[in-house]
Nanobody, 125 residues
Framework: QLHLVESGGGSVQYGGSVRLSCGVS????????MGWFRQAPGGDREVVAF???????TYAPFVKGRFTISKDNAKNILYLQMNNLKPEDSAMYYC???????????????????WGQGTQLTVSS
């Protein structure tokens, strides 16, 4: 069982940067795939980035080198550093996780067991 709490959203201007944080508590000794998802009003929840248990990362095509997912294992905090933000990045951002006994991540949000409450990011032009 994991408990996830996001923070760090807010309003930023075009081209700006934001770092989202996700505090992870609970059974943190088990292996998990960690991910960031986002959902804009009227849109589907889409993957932004994954971090596998072995440290490999995967990013959605729209990221194009602008975002970095990372985790501070000592503090149990998952981060999403976002640079060169665009108005189309405006969305509710969610931290999520699923158990993984190997170095893999599912791609479907429905396969993620644990979710935070979300943090809103608005990028103005």
């Amino acid at each position: 069982q994991l408990h996830l709490v996001e923070s760090g959203g807010g309003s930023v201007q075009y081209g700006g940067s934001v770092r989202l944080s996700c505090g992870v508590s609970g059974n943190t000794n088990s292996g998990y795939c960690m991910g960031w998802f986002r959902q804009a009003p009227g849109g589907d929840r889409e993957v932004v980035a994954f971090l596998r248990t072995g440290g490999r990362t995967t990013y959605a095509p729209f990221v194009k080198g602008r975002f970095t997912i990372s985790k501070d294992n000592a503090k149990n905090i998952l981060y999403l550093q976002m640079n060169n933000l665009k108005p189309e990045d405006s969305a509710m951002y969610y931290c999520a996780a699923h158990g993984a006994d190997g170095d893999y991540c599912y791609s479907n949000p429905r396969d993620f067991t644990y979710w935070g409450q979300g943090t809103q990011l608005t990028v103005s032009s």
